[in-house]
């Protein structure tokens, strides 16, 4: 998984790229961000930078979202250059910015939303594979510990 905050160098989108070039499947991007126009330009920009989405999902946060769940504007970014055309775009007057954050959603919700959007491609093998690997050592480090605290009397310090 790879985290993009806010507009990331071409050093980064590089290294993505060449990582996505040595997989052997499909590279999904699913999006997570506020509905604003920053937000809109930056996925528009890391996808054209990067160029090597086999998809590109916008999970969170979207226009229609931000009407079904009747989520609260914020003021948004006053002389932002690229707010007149998002303006346009939805038919927000272009004299009062506004923007949406994606913390406005609840907490569950958010959750369930970004699970949803990755669980199509969620290997579920290789997924028990790394549940058990997980367990396994969860029981070796609990035996270590149980068998420390025997051996020294069950003390501390």
Do not use: N
Not at 68 to 80: C, N, Q
Not at 131 to 153: C, H, K, N, T
């Amino acid at each position: 998984m790879l985290v993009v905050r806010g507009f990331s160098s071409q050093s980064y989108a590089d290294v993505v790229r060449d990582r996505v070039a040595h997989e052997q499947r499909a590279a999904h991007l699913a999006m997570v961000g506020d509905f604003d126009c920053s937000g809109e330009d930056i996925e528009r920009d890391w996808v054209q930078r990067t160029g090597c989405w086999s998809s590109v999902t916008r999970v969170l946060l979207t226009y229609e979202q931000v009407r079904a769940y009747g989520l609260p504007a914020t003021e948004g970014k006053r002389g932002d250059p690229r707010w007149p055309a998002f303006a346009r775009r939805y038919g927000f007057d272009i004299e009062h910015p506004v923007q949406w954050e994606v913390e406005a959603l609840e907490p569950d919700e958010l959750q369930r939303l970004v699970l949803a959007a990755v669980d199509p491609y969620i290997d579920r093998d290789v997924l028990a594979q790394q549940i058990a690997r997980e367990e396994q050592q969860r029981r070796a480090l609990s035996d270590f510990v149980d068998g420390w605290a025997r051996g020294s009397g069950g003390t501390s310090a």
